[in-house]
């Protein structure tokens, strides 16, 4: 079946430092792939999303891109800020597939000053 | 304000007591699914709709059921609910052929 594996965390990070939370994904068919963020006592809101190989979502001062050959959409940020903290979910929904998301398990982001 | 909304917002019952938590969307979409996050898990569907009266089970179902009588509202039952059911709960909803979810805000739930 289709699944996503998300680096473990929870991640901290200084102010300013670089990003990127590692996303790897197997899917039966043709996935399209999202980035959502939950913020502390918040719902899930999408953050970026690309549809098709080589297209790079951005969003925010975030951005990935849809690898294909690696199957994977690694999230990057070049200067996290402390507003960033949040929990970071990839995920996919397969074309024709029902709109149903496949999650990853999720990764804390702690940004501190 | 497009939006989706959960009721009650944070629930404790006790095992085998039903409960519903609504969900309801003021976009007109057509799809809507249920979730649930549990910690080292993610989210895992429960059930989706994808419209009036077309329902279907998720990854995860048992002891749980739906219904979608009218388009903007898709309640989730638990008719004997047991402390396995203790989570926190999300609805979503997105229009047909569009892959964009819209989430709602979530209920925490504690079954003792």
Known sequence: ?113 | EAQVTQNPRYLITVTGKKLTVTCSQNMNHEYMSWYRQDPGLGLRQIYYSMNVEVTDKGDVPEGYKVSRKEKRNFPLILESPSPNQTSLYFCASSAAGQETQYFGPGTRLLVL
Request: proline letters at 3%; hydrophobic letters at 30%; a negative charge.
């Open chain 1, 1 to 113: 079946g289709d699944s996503v594996t998300q680096m473990e965390g929870p991640v901290t990070l200084s102010e300013e430092a670089f990003l990127t939370i590692n996303c790897t994904y197997t899917a039966t068919g043709y996935p399209s792939l999202f980035w959502y963020v939950q913020y502390p006592g918040e719902g899930l809101q999408l953050l970026l999303k690309a549809t098709k190989a080589d297209d790079k979502g951005s969003n925010k001062g975030f951005e990935a891109t849809y690898r294909k050959e690696t199957t994977s959409f690694h999230l990057e940020k070049g200067s996290v800020q402390v507003s960033d903290s949040a929990v970071y979910f990839c995920a996919l929904t397969i074309t024709g597939g029902g709109n149903k998301l496949t999650f990853g398990t999720g990764t804390q982001l702690k940004v501190e000053l």
